[in-house]
């Protein structure tokens, strides 16, 4: 079955660097678009960066663009994101997800996240 597991997450101060990962199983992560996702404290979850699926795309959202690095390595079947020059904007609990089909259950299924935090 589909699982995700991020992890990578900290209290961070403006300026830091951070990477995050996401461990997918229960499917390839070569074989769909892989998207980065946040949730920030009382607003809705946003995309923060999407990769394609033959990974040599990848698109960011425009507050992220030049500071943030989405990669993936197949052999472990896992997403990264390379967070740079972080910012109180920066604080959400953040996500990966394969770009399933709209009729696809599996689209319904995330993982527990993983926490940045501005520390200020």
């Known amino acids: 079955q589909v699982q995700y597991v991020e992890s990578g997450g900290r209290s961070v101060q403006p300026g830091e660097s951070l990477t995050l990962s996401c461990a997918a199983s229960g499917f390839s992560i070569d074989n769909y678009a892989m998207t980065w996702y946040r949730q920030p404290p009382g607003k809705e979850r946003e995309i923060v960066a999407v990769?394609?699926?033959?990974?040599?795309?990848?698109v960011y959202r425009d507050t992220v663009k030049g500071r943030f690095i989405m990669s993936r390595d197949s052999a472990q079947n896992t997403v990264y994101l390379q967070m740079n020059s972080l910012n109180p904007e920066d604080t959400a609990l953040y996500y990966c997800?394969?770009?399933?089909?709209?009729?696809?259950?599996?689209?319904?299924?995330w993982g527990q996240g993983t926490q940045v935090t501005d520390s200020q």
């Open positions: 997800n394969a770009a399933w089909p709209k009729t696809d259950m599996r689209r319904n299924i």
């Open positions: 990769m394609s699926r033959a990974g040599d795309n990848v």
